[in-house]
Each structure stands twice: as C-alpha cells, then as structure tokens.
C-alpha cells in the first residue's frame, strides 16, 4: 500500500540505522523518561494512593453514619447525637516524652486510663438510660470511627504534602504502606457490624476458654470490669481471671493480677490470648510459649511482668493464631473449636509445673464482648 | 490479577449444648444471643436445659 507516496516499510525499517524517524522514535522516549520519569511515576502513584484514600473516606463515613444511626435507634428519646459524637472523632491522645524514658509506662497508664474514663463517662451522657452493654459497644465502634478518622487524616497529609512539594520519593514510602493501612482499615469497617450485634470476636478466645472453666465458681469483681473465681483441680487450687463479660471490654489484668498475689500467691501464672499469627501460618493454630502473653501499649504487660518478677512466679503463655480482620471480627468457626485443645493444654501445664497443694492463676486476655462467665 | 483477593462472606450461628446429656444444636445468631447464656430445655432429653456453647462465623463457600 503506498497511498501517499510513503513507503512505511521503508520508513520503519529497522535494519537501516540512517532513517532519521526510526533515530527519533528510540531517542525522544529516553529523554522524555529522562527528564519527566519521576512525574509520569509521582502521577501514577498518586492516582493508586487517591483511589485507596477515596476508599478510606468511605470506610469513615460509612462507619461514623452506622455509629450515628446505632445511637439513634437504640435510644429513641434521644436528641441528636451527631453533633457529640462528632466533637469524640477530633480527639487525640499526647503520649508522655520519651527523651528521657525512665518511668514511662506509668504515665503513658495514666494517659490511656483516663482517656479510657473520658470517654466512658462522655458516652453514658449520651443516655440517661444506657445499660453497661450498650456502652462499651457505643465505646468501641467509637474507637473504630476515631481509628479510621485518624488513618484517613493522616494519609492525606503525607499524599498532599508530595503533591505540593512535587516531591517523588516523600510518597514512596505512603506507597509501600498503603496496602497495610487499607487491610486495617478494612478489618476495622468489618468489626462494627460484629460489636453491634453484641457478636463475640477473634480476640475473645482467651476469655471464652477461661469463662467456661469458670462457670460454675462464685464470681467477684477484682479490679475494674474483670472478674475472678476459685475452684479445684487435681489437688491443686486454680484462679480464674477474665474481663467481665458480655460486655465489649478487656478489664484491667495488669491491676487484678497485682490484687490476686497480694491475696494468694500462685505458684505459676498462665496466661491465654489471641496472637496475630505471621503469612502463611493457619488461623486457629496453637503455640505455647513463656512471658505474658498480651497486647496493647505495654502498659498492663509492664504491670504483670513486674509483680511476677517480684515474686518470682513463672508466666506460661498459650496464643491461638489470627489475622488482624480476624482479631476484631465475628469469631471464626476454625477459632472457636480450637477452645477444647486449648482447655487440655492449660490443665496439662498446670499438671506439669505444680504440685499438690500449689496453686495456678489462669488469665483469659483480650476483649470478652458476647462472651459471659 | 494475580493477587486479586476473594471477598468472604461469614455467617454467624449459635451453638447450643444440654448441661445433662450434652446433646449439641445449633441455628442462625439471634440478637441478645452470648456465649454462656442459659437457653430453654433440651429437646433431646428433657431433663437438662440448653446453653450457648459458641457463637461462631463460618465462611460461604
């Protein structure tokens, strides 16, 4: 086909290195990606990170109108509490200075429990007729809004930092990251319909396994929101200790252990949670370790490990592997049948470090909505 | 895509065990449904009355 006189075989030929056009066609893309790679790469890595954000602001939005509509139907007489419940998503938290951080753990206890009263106090304010319940799952989807608010707030400012500064390598780090901000953030959007319902979640394992072996004790509040109970085994007298629930809270273990040994000292203390199990692990698979097993800031983990230092009383550890998503959402069949095994293994340790007449303190940790005792 | 992720779908049930001859049931969550709570009489046998074992999800396939 030659139309215009042209022969485009001949003009592309590439077996000839004299055809000028073939010269421009390889030279011109090696300058443009020479001088603006970096841009064609900052615009295709902001439009992955703008499409992940848009998605984030949905996540918020979605979840504080589910907050705003719990609130609403559950208390009816209510005025609306949106403009309140607004106000609670701006809060922040300033942790103590760390440029000289010896003693810091109990500041950063002081500052986390009285966040923790605030916002238990503030959210009661809510409704003259708020059940213990009902508070500690507006508290919690509360966390989860405030969560995702943060997360969102955050990524814009580094995205829109890079973008004014038309700096390249500030929003390569934002890019590594992103896909382990949008997991959180998905795992958190899933756990609000789960703390509605009053659901039990991935976490509360340790407190359904110790529940259960503490179901037919006599019950008494040791420090707040955390229960414990005595019975006997084999000879040897077990402590129970678990938040109270089927209330959305993880009590206080660090001050209810502190309370117990005071009391009566156990001779090994064993401690079941939920761990977040590495890629490739199976969800549900049980280790058994030493050290106190529980997760947070550190705080109440500091608080066991010290006063199990001072009296010298061995920590056995038992976790059941999880993901995050998996961690504060409806509890995985694969998780909850694990409770049986789990039992075994607290009583087989229990057999193997103590005699008769000792003692054993047995700590269900972790987050004990829709599970009692 | 080769990394494409699957969406779940996990829909939450009660389990139920009679405190006397441990028969098992289970059905679709209720709300107010928890983990310990006292259930109705066990249809099996009669005499023990049911609790809720578990509340668990399990996955659509």
Known sequence: MDFLGINIDK????????????WLVWIIPIFIFMFYGQRIQLQVTSSEINKSMEKLKTFRDETRTELIDYVKNTFKSLQDPTIKLDRYFEYFTIMPADIDPNGIVPKIRHIMRSRE???????????????????????????????LHLLYKTVRHLFLTAKKQNNFPLILPLQMMMPFIMEEAEALKTAVSAFKQGQPIGDGIGPMIVGKMMLDTEKKIVALETVWGEKNFEGRKLYLMKAEGPAATVGRPGDALEKIIMESKPDIIVMIDAALKLEGEDTGSIAQGFGAAIGGMGAERFQIEEVATKHKIPIYAIVIKESIKEAITLMKKEIADTAETVTLQVYDIIKENTKTGQSALIIGVGNTLGVSQ | MIFSKKKEIINPYTVEECNSCHAISKRKFREGDYVFKAADRCDSCKIGYMMIAKVLGEVVK
């Open chain 1, 11 to 22: 003009l592309f030929n590439s077996t000839d290195n004299s055809n000028p056009l073939m």
């Open chain 1, 117 to 147: 009263a605030f916002t238990r106090e503030q959210v009661k304010t809510l409704s003259s007729n708020m059940n213990h319940l009902e508070a500690s799952k507006i508290t919690n989807i509360l966390e989860v809004v405030t969560t």
